[in-house]
């Protein structure tokens, strides 16, 4: 696990706070895209839930921000990212679609969200490293 997975565990296992799937993300790299953890959480506030709206999964949000920070914006590289998720579920990036999925797998909610976190921040490392 890396720094970045294990600092995204640990804000999502605080119950003082709730980190959103796209904070999660956010929030271990802000320092590194030149953000405070207080800006890097209120960027990705209303991305969480899938835009609120059971849209893309926050965790790709967060990924795609982050990515963008690092200055990743050749389409080749993103659908890399989007096909690396969609490949491990079921060819679904909404969240309402990935819950679903999980669901039907006995996956409890925040089981899967910490999962995608953990998943979105591992590709965005190797994306990151691989197109320095």
């Known amino acids: 696990m890396s720094k970045h997975t294990e600092h995204a565990q640990r804000l999502r296992d605080d119950k003082a706070i709730h980190y ?9 790299f802000a320092k ?19 835009m609120k709206r059971a849209s893309v999964c926050g965790a790709v949000t967060g990924g795609l ?3 963008g920070m690092h200055g990743i914006n050749d389409v080749k590289v993103l659908n890399k990212f989007y ?5 491990n579920h079921e060819g679904k ?7 679903q999925v999980s669901k039907k797998k006995g996956i409890e909610k925040k089981t899967h969200c910490d999962a995608m976190i953990q998943q979105s921040i ?6 990151i490293e691989e197109n320095r």
Do not use: H, R, S, Y
């Not at 590194?32 to 899938?50: H, K, P, S």
């Not at 990036?93 to 819950?99: I, R, S, V, W």
């Not at 591992?122 to 994306?127: C, D, G, P, R, S």
């Open 20 to 28: 959103n799937c796209t904070q999660a993300v956010l929030v271990p």
């Open 32 to 50: 590194e895209m030149g953000l405070t953890e207080q800006q890097a959480f209120d960027l990705g506030f209303n991305f969480g839930g899938g």
């Open 65 to 67: 921000m982050v990515m």
């Open 83 to 87: 096909d690396a998720i969609k490949e």
């Open 93 to 99: 990036l909404e969240c309402a679609d990935l819950l």
């Open 122 to 127: 591992t590709l965005v490392e190797k994306l």
